[in-house]
T-cell receptor
Framework: EADIYQTPRYLVIGTGKKITLECSQT?????MYWYQQDPGMELHLIHY???????EKGDLSSESTVSRIRTEHFPLTLESARPSHTSQYLC?????????????FGEGSRLTVL | GQNIDQPTEMTATEGAIVQINCTYQ??????LFWYQQHAGEAPTFLSY??LDVLEEKGRFSSFLSRNIGYSYLLLKELQMKDSASYLC??????????WGAGTKLIIKP
């Protein structure tokens, strides 16, 4: 069973609020990812990190930021939430050896912006 | 562009066999994944193919044909708990993971 945790699981907030979605893993994985997924749609990569102090933008990185100060922690911040940010956010990690290892996913954070 | 094509939805009967197809067009190829995702939950790993062989894991098998950009996931002895979405994902030459939209599998008694 994967040891990757996300909080909060569910969040309802108003437009303009700043929020941080937390993601932690205890597997010592160097690579971590944030994905956004709408119902019935493919996963879209928002940000990723290959290790401490390494962060890269994905396809949907606008209006959000990440940090990787510790190996186990990869929080995602929305500076000013909008209704278009309503979605499911999935955090994932995998080992550093190549890019072919399986991804372990957290249970997701479902965000609703009113 | 790069894309992964899967049927949107399939229906099968409990105890039967179902094959979910995936075709891909990507800039290079470094492996194909199948994930299972129950409604409202995170995806979980099912299989990984990088060579043109049939990978078998219990009731699930996955096949790859690289020269035609094709894979399938075969589920045998279907159970009600197999009702889920099945996601196909390809790692391209830049080691980016390209995801399909998933196939929603409905199992009927």
């Amino acid at each position: 069973e994967a040891d990757i945790y996300q909080t909060p699981r569910y969040l309802v907030i108003g437009t303009g609020k700043k929020i941080t979605l937390e993601c932690s893993q205890t597997m010592g994985h160097d690579k971590m990812y944030w994905y956004q997924q709408d119902p019935g749609m493919e996963l879209h990569l928002i940000h990723y990190s290959y290790g401490v102090n390494s962060t890269e933008k994905g396809d949907l990185s606008s209006e959000s930021t990440v940090s990787r100060i510790r190996t186990e922690h990869f929080p995602l911040t929305l500076e000013s939430a909008r209704p278009s940010h309503t979605s499911q956010y999935l955090c994932a990690s995998r080992t550093q050896e190549g890019d072919t290892g399986e991804l372990f996913f957290g249970e997701g954070s479902r965000l609703t912006v009113l | 562009g790069q894309n992964i094509d899967q049927p949107t939805e399939m229906t099968a009967t409990e105890g039967a066999i179902v094959q979910i197809n995936c075709t891909y067009q990507t800039s290079g190829f470094n492996g194909l994944f199948w994930y299972q995702q129950h409604a409202g939950e995170a995806p979980t790993f099912l299989s990984y193919n990088v060579l043109d062989v049939l990978e078998e894991k219990g009731r699930f098998s996955s096949f790859l044909s690289r020269n035609i950009g094709y894979s399938y996931l075969l589920l045998k002895e279907l159970q009600m708990k197999d009702s889920a979405s099945y996601l196909c994902a390809v790692t391209n030459s830049n080691y980016q993971l390209i995801w399909g939209a998933g196939t929603k599998l409905i199992i009927k008694p």
